[in-house]
């Protein structure tokens, strides 16, 4: 299982709402990563998570808070999004271990209205 | 890690080889190069790395100059499906978490 699985694909939000996105592997990566793309732009680091503990936090508003409960799963909580904030999504996993690539996730494309 | 440059965009026929360059004239002695793909609303696709020799798998080859200055990635027949932006990085093979820093890629056109 060489996956990283992104739900859900397409997140609708409303400013003052509160929502999650998930991202889960079962490679047992422990680096684990959340990127933010734009259209036409790279994806931007936002957090890394090492051993299930943020190691990077990419100077990221606080109205997105990462969580990343155990070595396989990696959550992203949206709280009080601005349209702006609208945007692809995108997790990553690695082997922290050697010197491998990161597998990425489809990633949410996240629409806040 | 290290900057890279790559040219915003390139074509290629299909069926012919494409070769995508990539500066990276800070590149640290510890640091790989790292190839990535995004093919349009997808999450991107790991290519290959390497460090300092050529390296070869069944979807590229990367050549890296001996100063380690700049790097070409080939697609020795390129097809329709090769359609993407594709990203070069460079990084620190160290065993931690580390930091993958997205340049802003070439987007590669494949024409029939």
């Known amino acids: 299982d060489t996956e990283v699985t992104q739900t859900p694909k397409h997140l609708v939000m409303g400013m003052t709402n509160k929502k999650s996105l998930k991202c889960e592997q079962h490679m047992g990566h422990r680096a684990m990563y959340w990127y933010k793309q734009k259209a036409k732009k790279p994806p931007e680091l936002m957090f890394v998570y090492s051993y299930e503990k943020l190691s990077i936090n990419e100077s990221v508003p606080s109205r997105f808070s990462p969580e990343c409960p155990n070595s396989s799963l990696l959550n992203l909580h949206l709280h009080a999004l601005q349209p702006e904030d609208s945007a692809l999504y995108l997790c990553?996993?690695?082997?922290?271990?050697?010197?491998?690539?990161?597998?990425f996730g489809q990633g949410t494309r996240l629409t806040v209205v | 890690d290290a900057k890279t440059t790559q040219p915003p965009s390139m074509d290629c026929a299909e069926g012919r080889a494409a070769n995508l360059p990539c500066n990276h004239s800070t590149i640290s002695g510890n640091e790989y190069v790292y190839w990535y793909r995004q093919i349009h609303s997808q999450g991107p696709q790991y290519i290959i790395h390497g460090l300092k020799n050529n390296e070869t798998n069944e979807m590229a080859s990367l050549i890296i100059t001996e100063d380690r200055k700049s790097s070409t990635l080939i697609l020795p027949h390129a097809t329709l499906r090769d359609t993407a932006v594709y990203y070069c990085i460079v990084r620190v093979a160290l065993t931690n978490a580390g930091k993958s820093t997205f340049g802003d890629g070439t987007t590669l056109t494949v024409k029939p």
């Open positions: 990553a996993s690695r082997n922290r271990a050697l010197n491998t690539e990161a597998f």
